[in-house]
């Protein structure tokens, strides 16, 4: 068997080829700084949003101080930001003023429709008796009548309040389950840029109740029955 060497100095395809991957090796790198210092600065700007929208769940940082005397509704920090590809279908809102979740509706300040964070986590069965399902989701009901998916979370996690902190923003605070307890997180979401904002509370609670919070909120909803 005759086994050939290659000089790598002589042969000119060789080289050629070893510039391109260089190159895009190089560019590549380049695209990916760009895109994580994008996110940096846009968690700059809109880290206000944020504490303004957290200012106006009283309840919820209420909720948490009683439980963690430590929390802090100002001391979030930014962890992260993802882009997501759109996920929607034709549906009309289903959710009427006589139903349970009408009243926990979040409309869209422009009319663009309404924001649903309830209606996946709790179910009623035969007898008409509420429980609690393992995954939640954030529905957006848009006014042309599609459906999209914002936010979705296993059995890890929950979405517990949500507002509008501009008609392009949307908050979302909510817990996530890790092996030492339960965190408070806080998701700001750019629908129309499909893209959000992930936020850590650095307290961790090992006393937090997982649907503790949902059963006060949901007051018009008989847990209990």
């Given at each position: 068997?005759?086994?050939?060497?290659?000089?790598?100095?002589?042969?000119?395809?060789?080289?050629?080829?070893?510039?391109?991957?260089?190159?895009?090796?190089?560019?590549?790198?380049?695209?990916?700084?760009?895109?994580?210092?994008?996110?940096?600065t846009?968690?700059?700007?809109?880290?206000?949003?944020?504490?303004?929208g957290?200012g106006?769940?009283?309840?919820?940082?209420?909720?948490?101080k009683?439980i963690?005397?430590?929390?802090?509704?100002?001391a979030?920090?930014?962890a992260?930001?993802?882009?997501?590809?759109?996920?929607?279908?034709?549906?009309?809102?289903?959710?009427?003023p006589?139903?349970?979740?009408?009243?926990?509706?979040v409309?869209?300040?422009d009319?663009?429709g309404?924001?649903?964070?309830y209606?996946?986590?709790?179910?009623?069965?035969?007898?008409?008796?509420?429980?609690?399902?393992?995954?939640?989701?954030?529905?957006?009901f848009?006014?042309?009548?599609m459906?999209?998916?914002?936010?979705f979370?296993?059995?890890?996690?929950?979405?517990?309040?949500?507002?509008?902190?501009?008609?392009d923003?949307?908050?979302?605070?909510?817990?996530?389950?890790?092996?030492?307890?339960v965190?408070?997180?806080?998701?700001?979401?750019?629908p129309?840029?499909?893209?959000?904002?992930?936020?850590?509370?650095p307290?961790?609670?090992?006393?937090?109740?997982?649907?503790?919070?949902?059963?006060?909120?949901?007051?018009?909803?008989?847990?209990l029955?």
């Amino acid at each position: 068997m005759e086994v050939v060497f290659f000089n790598r100095t002589s042969n000119p395809i060789w080289f050629f080829l070893l510039i391109l991957a260089f190159s895009c090796s190089s560019d590549k790198e380049t695209k990916e700084e760009t895109s994580e210092a994008l996110i940096l600065t846009v968690e700059e700007k809109e880290m206000t949003m944020v504490l303004e929208g957290l200012g106006q769940f009283p309840e919820w940082t209420a909720n948490w101080k009683s439980i963690e005397p430590g929390f802090d509704a100002t001391a979030f920090d930014f962890a992260r930001g993802y882009t997501y590809e759109v996920l929607e279908w034709p549906e009309e809102n289903f959710i009427m003023p006589n139903t349970a979740f009408y009243p926990y509706l979040v409309p869209q300040p422009d009319g663009n429709g309404v924001v649903d964070i309830y209606s996946y986590k709790v179910s009623f069965n035969e007898e008409g008796k509420p429980y609690f399902n393992p995954d939640s989701e954030v529905i957006y009901f848009k006014s042309n009548g599609m459906r999209e998916r914002l936010l979705f979370i296993g059995p890890s996690g929950a979405f517990e309040e949500a507002i509008w902190v501009s008609p392009d923003h949307l908050l979302v605070a909510g817990i996530f389950e890790e092996e030492t307890g339960v965190r408070p997180i806080v998701w700001l979401i750019i629908p129309g840029e499909n893209r959000y904002l992930y936020f850590e509370s650095p307290v961790v609670s090992s006393q937090y109740p997982r649907e503790g919070y949902l059963k006060k909120k949901l007051n018009k909803i008989n847990f209990l029955k």
